[in-house]
């Protein structure tokens, strides 16, 4: 997978005027290396147009949509550059900025008006002044430049850590034994205590659940079975289920076992933490919040 770390213009050439406006205020941010545009002008002749397009959308991080009615009207964009865009929106991250240049039917574009745009739909580009054009392009090129940085901060981070390397859990085989009962019957997961706290920062060693589950024929039914559990104790369906790893000499379970795994989210809008576990946990603090 290429790395994304670029911003891509996706227009009808119908409104070029507006994307040579655009190149002029991303440029001082090119200059100083804070992001890199690609456009289609940057084809050269001779190059294979499709694939470079191709190319330059899978190294986006932002994309910048110059929508109007042209734009809307045009085949190619619809089928060739939206899809894989919005795509990776969904999947990666992907920052999708629409600019309303002219009046359209952006408005019943459910695909896309799911989208802030950048300027109220119902005061394209061409109806505002002059002073108002420039200062939606300053503010765009401002929000790429943002985008890029947080883009890049979030694939900083993510390479620190890599949860499929865990030394712990190595290619998650006993994790996976140890989670065998839910896996045959993920029914039993309604009956498991749970139970919150505030202070779980560290989760180096709690593998993605999705991750350890890859391989697994009814991945989905187990993972929606721990989900309703957390949302019936509170939580509210943000962040990221994992697996987190007792060991026997914690006083959870027999001591001739490899110890528990307990289902454990936590909520990234308060940082409240969620364990669903199979067998009562011995942990003071814990049982005074349980659920």
Not at 89 to 106: D, S
Not at 217 to 243: H, M, Q, S, T, Y
Request: net charge negative; with cysteine.
């Amino acid at each position: 997978m290429a790395t994304r770390n670029q911003v891509f213009v996706s227009y009808s050439h119908a409104d070029s005027e507006h994307l040579q406006r655009l190149r002029v205020h991303l440029r001082p941010y090119e200059r100083e290396s804070r992001l890199a545009l690609w456009d289609d002008t940057k084809i050269r002749t001779g190059d294979r147009w499709r694939n470079e397009i191709e190319a330059a959308m899978g190294r986006a991080a932002v994309a910048i949509l110059l929508v109007s009615a042209d734009f809307l009207a045009s085949d190619f964009i619809a089928e060739n550059e939206l899809p894989p865009l919005l795509g990776a929106a969904a999947a990666e991250g992907v920052r999708i900025l629409p600019v309303i240049v002219k009046p359209c039917a952006f408005g019943s574009m459910k695909s896309l008006f799911e989208f802030q745009a950048a300027n109220d739909p119902n005061a394209p580009l061409i109806s505002l002044s002059e002073a108002e054009r420039e200062s939606t392009w300053a503010r765009v090129a401002q929000d790429a430049e943002a985008a890029i940085r947080e883009f890049e901060a979030k694939a900083t981070e993510a390479a620190k850590y890599d949860p499929y390397d865990d030394i712990v859990f190595g290619d998650f085989g006993w994790s996976v034994e140890l989670i065998g009962g839910e896996i045959r019957d993920p029914k039993m997961i309604g009956g498991f205590d749970v139970y919150t706290y505030h202070h779980i920062d560290v989760l180096e060693y709690m593998p993605l659940a999705s991750g350890v589950l890859a391989d697994i024929a009814n991945r989905d039914e187990v993972l929606e079975a721990v989900a309703r559990r957390f949302r019936e104790a509170g939580w509210e369906g943000d962040g990221d289920i994992r697996i987190m790893w007792v060991p026997p000499f914690a006083g959870a379970g027999s001591e001739d076992t490899y110890g528990v795994a307990v289902w454990f989210v936590k909520q990234d809008n308060n940082g409240t933490s969620y364990l669903a576990s199979p067998v009562p946990l011995p942990f003071p603090r814990l049982l005074e919040q349980q659920y």
